[in-house]
């Protein structure tokens, strides 16, 4: 069993930064994938940042440059530096891992983002 447990969201200016940690506990590394989504109201869960256990990175269009994803593996602990944020990035971030295949998933509660003036 995978638990996640994600924190560091708060309030923030245009322009400020935040870093997200999510804590893992069980054998996460079993899981190819270590991720962090976002949904905002309305909006559909979008995956922003992707790290594999190969240490490939990806990351949506709209981050790339301005975020970071990375781990600390002795800790299992998940991270996104979020830097030069804009209001269109307040949302609810989730941390989580999947399998290779994709069919096999843990989610974290999530924490919100809010980015305002």
Do not use: H
Not at 26 to 37: C, K, L, V
Not at 38 to 67: C, H, I, M, W
Not at 86 to 111: H, I
């Amino acid at each position: 069993q995978v638990q996640l447990v994600e924190s560091g969201g708060g309030l923030v200016q245009p322009g400020g930064s935040l870093r997200l940690s999510c804590a893992a506990s069980g054998n996460i590394f079993s899981f190819y994938y270590m991720g962090w989504y976002r949904q905002a109201p309305g909006n559909q869960r979008e995956l922003v940042a992707q790290l594999t256990t190969d240490s490939r990175t990806s990351y949506a269009d709209s981050v790339k440059g301005r975020f970071t994803i990375s781990r600390d593996n002795a800790k299992k602990i998940l991270f996104l530096q979020m830097n030069s944020l804009k209001p269109e990035d307040t949302a609810v971030y989730y941390c989580s891992v999947q399998n290779f295949g994709r069919n096999r998933e843990y989610w974290g509660q999530g924490t919100q983002v809010t980015i305002s003036s």
